[in-house]
């Protein structure tokens, strides 16, 4: 793994982190672990983890709709 590979799943998995401790949404967090664009954010995010960020925390916490 790059360092810069190493450092994307670092900011992603804060980004995870922020989600599930529910202080914030995904546009946020986001902005907060420095992406500068939500849809670049939630394709990344997708690709680590599987799901988009929403959908990810709603099936972490156990919830579905």
């Known amino acids: 793994m790059s360092p810069i590979q190493f450092q994307k799943q670092l900011r992603l998995q804060e980004a995870r982190r ?5 202080s914030t ?8 672990i420095g992406y500068e664009s939500p849809s670049q954010f939630s394709r990344e995010y997708s690709r680590m983890f599987g799901f988009l960020p929403k959908e990810d925390i709603k099936r972490l916490r156990g919830k579905s709709d």
């Open 18 to 22: 922020l989600l599930f401790m529910k």
């Open 25 to 32: 949404d995904a546009a946020d967090a986001a902005f907060r």
